[in-house]
């Protein structure tokens, strides 16, 4: 049977006020194979009405596998979905949406180059013959976007928007379906701080139009944040599910890994040393930065945040020649390496990795790695010109592979090769294998941009245990983050960037998440009043 | 984790008799060797099967050898193909650049030979002219594609018309005869212990390219382009000498095929080397180079240039009309794709169990 916004009141009516007695979607004894090796074992699922139901776990616990089945896109092995109380077999992901199911994955499914409402229709058939009825579908996209609080014009070009918006481009194009049932797939993936809110508001509009969503995300604070009820998975198997306001953040994370994260922010002490990066004035071609000074001192952690769009991240890469300066000056070591009254321009990845610093993207498939290669080649690739690696033209493939011996050790990449190609290996460990760049050459100031963004806790620990050992050996480190608990519990000193400008400087004790956050709130303040 | 075998059906499963058990390990094993070794061995089995059965000649030791000499050509191409590949380009001028070497190498030898001797100054001379304008045919491409940022498909496509032309023009379309009869007797039709002297060109070819592409840096770095470019330029490395310098060393490769076809045929054509782009592409994909960049094998790409000729000869000797061939080979190509992608597909789904475990 089909369900739809349109019945889904007949649904409610029929029992109890307050939460809907009858699921709209149970899993009973769910279970998924592989080559006869199970993915998921015996599941059960409920999900009600107007409520958020979030999935926790490490990556491979069974959440995708999950997600998989309920969106059609594979079959379960053995037991049974029910839509409304009827066993129904989910045969495909169109036949899921006519069955009221609508996922937003993590992939954008967006078309840049076409507008807000010609996307919004992609794909349904809303045209009389030949035509499409242009008016018409501009009132519905008015509707949608009015109904979902979204305050956005329909003829706008998707590549124009932000991140952001186009996430909830996809979430109101999901809706225009009227699906009963949503699956949001770590829809803050690429997100921070306010866009994050916004995209919370737009959920809350959901909920309360009677739709159940299936919610899944890394990050705790966002399952207590919007979830009703939460459903833990750990190797395949379902651990428990919990109301969330009767449960708490450390009781998850033991969940769904067995153990409590003991001192998740490891203390690194900082020891500064000489400076190491001054940037003076610094003005980027793009106007995106202006007036920027900045300092890194050997051995401290400094952190650089505010809100997305900030402008962080164009710093950071202008210091390692990704993007074109106006005027300023930028000194490494007693080098001035950019200058441009002088006419010093010696700014390139080149020449600034031979100088010991190393700046890691935050988009790690984008620009990170190479992801069709070994994790070996990857560690080595920004180092091969080194005399471990090579002589002359050559590659030295035996000094190669002792020096990964070596690394997979420090890694703990257990029983993974490092032969293994990085598609196939978990976001955590694509993301340690490009921290692990900094294993193999000598580096004084690693650029790390936001180097936890997608990956699991574990793993979240592991890079932190990582950047003390960094820091530890007498490098530094210049940490640009939206995660306030991040910056505020690793670094030393901090920035906050709003607009591309320096609003403040923090450093010592005066540095908490309360404090962060307190700041970069009066920004915001400042952002809906313009002058 | 690697490829050995797929995990071990589960336990509790219904009881299987023996025979139906034995079956899905043979199956099994049949995907594992799919997934391994991709497209290639499924059709050397087949054709190698179907052609030897039809005929007794086709396994003869003569017609053996008469595979491997033809394939050659199309081996030092498909290896140029391959190096454009891996970073993500593709080559359609190989064809018009194996037609200039062809005029350039023949002209200049007819130009020099006085009509005594052995002439193998003339040979020598004609030759490195020849893959002079094949290299500089192969450094146009690079400049465009790494400096000006023409998409690949449309740089060697525009310079197989230019080429073309060029090639044209010196000619008029007539072939030029006139070379020292030395050049086709060695490199044409000369044996040495009974080898082909076109293998025994090709055989260290092979072995320079592999040393290239595997240990060198330039040969990391180029399937690093391939890979990811925005990743290889943060990681330092000089992309847009590294381009140039595939294109280069491709050309270079492909003008050595363009001398021996020349020899092969005993004059100059500006008509030559239509069917390779086809070819070399069809090679290098039925090799498992992957379309996007950054993934391919040499020894693969050497037997699956190997495999198309190994087709061709059989065809010829069951009289399949050459207008049929072409289509086989077409189909061949778009076969081998649809095949890759499933391959991703199962190996996908495979390393997914994998990591759940």
Redesign the interface.
């Known amino acids: 049977m089909k369900i739809t916004q349109n019945n889904l009141q007949a649904i409610a009516t029929k029992s109890s006020p307050g939460r809907v007695d009858q699921p709209l979607l149970r899993l009973r004894g769910i279970s998924k ?7 998921l074992h015996e599941m059960d699922f409920e999900l009600y009405a107007g409520e958020v139901h979030a999935l926790f776990g490490e990556n ?1 616990a ?1 959440k995708s ?1 999950l997600l998989q089945l309920i969106t059609g896109d594979s079959q379960p092995s053995q037991g049974n979905i029910l839509i409304n109380d009827e066993v129904v077999k989910i045969k495909s992901v169109h036949h899921a949406k006519d069955l009221g199911i609508s996922a937003v994955f993590q992939e954008y499914t967006l078309v840049p180059p076409l507008t807000v409402e010609e996307n919004l229709f992609l794909g349904s058939n809303l045209s009389t013959g030949m035509f499409l009825q242009k008016k018409q579908l501009r009132q519905w996209a008015r509707q949608t976007l009015d109904r979902l609080k979204f305050d956005l014009k329909p003829d706008q070009l998707v590549m124009h928007l932000s991140h952001a918006q186009q996430r909830m481009v996809e979430i109101a194009k999901a809706f225009h379906s009227r699906p009963a049932i949503m699956v949001l797939d770590e829809p803050t993936a690429a997100l921070s701080g306010r866009e994050t809110t916004q995209l919370f508001a737009m959920i809350d509009v959901l909920k309360h139009e009677g739709i159940g969503i299936i919610y899944v995300s890394h990050r705790t604070s966002e399952i207590f944040r919007l979830s009703d009820r939460v459903s833990v998975l750990r ?2 198997h379902l651990v428990t599910t919990q109301d969330t306001n009767t449960t708490t953040e450390d009781q998850l994370i033991e969940f769904a890994f067995g153990h409590r994260i003991d001192s998740f922010f490891p203390t690194i002490t900082a020891q500064p040393g000489r400076q190491l990066l001054d940037v003076k004035d610094l003005n980027l071609a793009n106007s995106l930065v202006q007036n920027v000074n900045l300092t890194v001192n050997a051995g401290e952690i400094v952190g650089v945040t505010g809100l997305a769009g900030s402008g962080a991240a164009d710093i950071a890469r202008a210091c ?1 020649g ?1 993007n074109p300066m106006k005027s300023g000056v930028i000194t490494y070591l007693d080098d001035q390496v950019y200058n441009k009254d002088l006419g010093i321009n010696d700014v ?3 020449a ?3 100088r010991g610093m190393l ?1 890691l ?1 935050a988009d790690r498939r ?8 070994s994790v070996r ?1 990857n560690i080595s ?2 180092s ?2 080194l005399a471990k690696f ?1 002589t002359g ?3 030295r ?1 035996k000094g190669e592979k002792n020096v990964m011996e070596n690394v997979s050790r420090r890694l703990k990449l257990n ?3 490092v ?2 190609v990085l ?4 976001g955590g460990t694509q993301q340690k294998v490009m921290l692990a ?1 900094g294993f193999v050459r000598d580096v004084q100031l690693f650029i790390l941009d936001e180097p936890t963004i997608g990956v699991d806790i574990d793993t979240r620990a592991e890079i932190y245990q990582l950047m003390q050992e960094f820091c530890a050996a007498g490098a530094s480190i210049l940490l640009i983050s939206s995660d306030l608990s991040e910056v505020a519990n690793l670094s030393h000193r901090v920035y906050i960037i709003h607009r591309g400008q320096i609003q403040t400087e923090i450093s010592g004790k005066d540095i908490s998440e309360t404090s962060l956050k307190h700041h970069i709130d009066q920004l915001d303040l400042h952002e809906v009043s313009p002058p | 984790m690697t490829l050995h075998s797929l995990p071990p059906t589960q336990p509790n499963q219904p009881k299987t008799t023996t025979e139906t058990r034995y079956m899905s390990k043979i199956l099994n094993f049949l995907v594992v060797l799919y997934i391994k070794g991709g497209v290639l061995p499924w059709f050397l089995a087949i054709a190698v099967l179907g052609f030897g059965l039809s005929s007794e000649y086709f396994l003869s030791q003569t017609n053996l050898m008469g595979i491997a000499m033809h394939a050659t050509y199309l081996i030092l191409v498909a290896m140029a193909q391959m190096l454009v590949m891996l970073t993500a380009g593709l080559d359609l001028s190989v064809g018009v650049m194996i037609a200039m070497t062809s005029v350039t190498s023949s002209l200049t030898m007819g130009a020099m030979w006085s009509g005594h001797g052995s002439g193998w100054e003339a040979v020598l001379i004609g030759s490195v002219v020849g893959l002079c304008s094949c290299a500089g045919i192969g450094l146009v491409n690079g400049i465009g594609v790494a400096w000006f940022r023409v998409p690949p498909f449309i740089m060697t496509f525009g310079m197989s018309s230019v080429v073309l032309g060029l090639a044209l023009s010196l000619t008029s379309g007539i072939p030029i005869y006139g070379m020292p009869p030395s050049f086709a007797n060695i490199f044409g039709y000369g044996t040495w212990f009974d080898i082909p002297v076109p293998i025994l060109v090709t055989l260290p070819c092979i072995g320079l390219m592999y040393i290239f592409l595997n240990w060198t840096r330039i040969g990391r770095y180029i399937y690093a382009i391939g890979g990811n470019l925005r990743a290889a330029q943060l990681s330092g490395i000089n992309t847009k000498f590294c381009l140039i310098i595939a294109y280069t060393v491709a050309s270079l490769f492909t003008g050595i095929a363009a001398l021996l076809i020349t020899a092969r045929l005993e004059t100059g054509e500006s008509n030559l080397g239509a069917s390779y782009p086809l070819l070399s592409i069809a090679a290098c994909a039925i090799g498992g180079v992957s379309l996007q960049g950054g993934v391919g094998k040499l020894s693969n790409v050497v037997l699956g240039a190997a495999f198309l000729i190994l087709i061709q000869n059989g065809m010829n000797l069951m009289r399949i009309n050459s207008y049929y061939q072409m289509v086989v080979i077409g189909a061949l190509l778009i076969t081998a794709i649809i095949a890759e992608y499933l391959r991703q597909r199962l190996l996908k789904t495979y390393v997914t169990v994998a990591k759940s475990k």
């Open positions: 194979h592989f080559f006869g090796s199970p993915a491979g069974g596998t190797d395949g390692f990704l390139t990845p080149r600034m990795l031979d700046y993207p984008a620009e990170g790695l190479v992801m069709d290669h080649q690739l920004s091969l010109n090579s033209f050559w590659v493939r029983q993974l090769s032969e293994n598609h196939h290996v978990s760049k």
